[in-house]
Structure formats: structure tokens, C-alpha cells
């Protein structure tokens, strides 16, 4: 069964940082597209990054380019979001989401239908 553990969110203040963190499960990682995802109270899901499985393509949000970075570490299984400058409107429950199939291209360029595991989710809270 494939498991996506997402960790790091918390509350900060404008401007400020922080990393998420996701871990997938070592026999689906290596084969996977990954990307983050965002979904705030009465809005719907949006893609913020993604990431091809060997790290070639990166995709991210016309919204956050310049302040969110993805990056992965394939020896722990691990996707990473740094989020730097961070703003109010970045608040939201953040997951993270795989494909291995066909439609992982899609699944990573932020397309939510196409993703086939999710994570949990965790909190980011920015305050003004």
C-alpha cells in the first residue's frame, strides 16, 4: 500500500519560512511523480510544484515561482517544499500527492484528478 507522510507546517508571520516535508514509501518513490498541493476553507484543491521522478521537471504555480522550492532525496523517500516570503494567502492545508501511472506528468504539472495517492496534509497558517 502506498503512504504519504507530510510534516513541517506550522504558523508564522509574513514573511517568514518553512520547509515541508513528505515521505513516500520506498518501493512507489523512485517510479513516482510527486508535486504539493493547497486547498484553503472554500477553495478548491490547486497544485503549487511538482516534480518528474528523476528530477528533470520542475512545475510550480505562477503564484509562488520565485518564493516555494521543490527538491527530492531519493535515498530517504523523501519530497521536500521550502517556502520562503511567505503571505497570508499562502495559508492553507498543504498535501502532497504521487502518481505512478500515465497520468503522473499531469499529476505533477497540478492537475489533483490525476494524482492517485495523497497524504494527510498539514497546516500552514501566515499571519499578517
Known amino acids: 500500500q502506498v503512504q504519504l507522510v507530510e510534516s513541517g507546517g506550522g504558523s508564522v508571520s509574513a514573511g517568514g519560512s518553512l520547509r515541508l516535508s513528505c515521505t513516500v514509501s520506498r518501493d512507489t518513490y523512485n517510479s513516482a511523480y510527486v508535486a504539493w498541493f493547497r486547498q484553503a476553507p472554500g477553495k478548491e484543491r490547486e497544485g503549487v510544484a511538482g516534480i518528474y521522478p528523476d528530477g528533470s521537471i520542475t512545475y510550480y504555480a505562477d503564484s509562488v515561482k520565485g518564493r516555494f522550492t521543490i527538491s527530492q532525496d531519493n535515498a530517504k523517500n523523501t519530497l521536500y517544499l521550502q517556502l520562503n516570503s511567505l503571505k497570508p494567502e499562502d495559508t492553507a492545508m498543504y498535501y502532497c500527492?504521487?502518481?505512478?501511472?500515465?497520468?503522473?506528468?499531469?499529476?505533477?504539472?497540478?492537475?489533483?484528478?490525476?494524482?492517485?495517492?495523497w497524504g494527510q496534509g498539514t497546516q500552514v497558517t501566515v499571519s499578517s
Open positions: 500527492a504521487a502518481s505512478r501511472f500515465w497520468s503522473g506528468p499531469q499529476c505533477a504539472a497540478g492537475t489533483a484528478s490525476a494524482c492517485d495517492y
